[in-house]
């Protein structure tokens, strides 16, 4: 008698497969500024650079969330989308209130907008799709 495993629900069927390209760019755009950045001129903004290489690594375990899917991923994935939303809403709203503390800027200043708003409209957007995703599941 073989013992069969079910597969992990995905996350990814429709818009989420969208959400996955979205942040994989963004695992790109901050691993690699925030690399460069500390690599060449960590004394000029530390603060900001540390703040892209923590927005990489949370884009990153969102990815992989996704990707991996299931209930325990998708639980993971929310809880990352809330504290990502959270991050930048506090980074967005201090770098407008304390410019000075931001010689340069991080990956979710003023919400995200040298990434066309993006960091601020993708969480929102994954909450979204992980709330409807397993209320269509649960069906």
Known sequence: M???REKPARLIGGPGLLLVWFYGVMVVG???RSAY??????DRA??????SAVAGVVYGFITYTLVRG???ARRAAQVCCAAELAGVLIVGTWT???PSAFPDSTVWSQYGME???IPVLLPLSAL???RRSRNAEAR
């Open 128 to 130: 979204y799709w992980l």
């Open 2 to 4: 073989t013992a069969t």
């Open 115 to 117: 990434y066309v708003f």
């Open 37 to 42: 950045q500390i690599a060449t001129e960590f």
């Open 30 to 32: 901050a691993v690699s």
């Open 96 to 98: 407008l209130a304390e």
């Open 70 to 72: 299931g209930e325990t």
């Open 46 to 51: 530390p603060l900001s650079y540390v703040l």
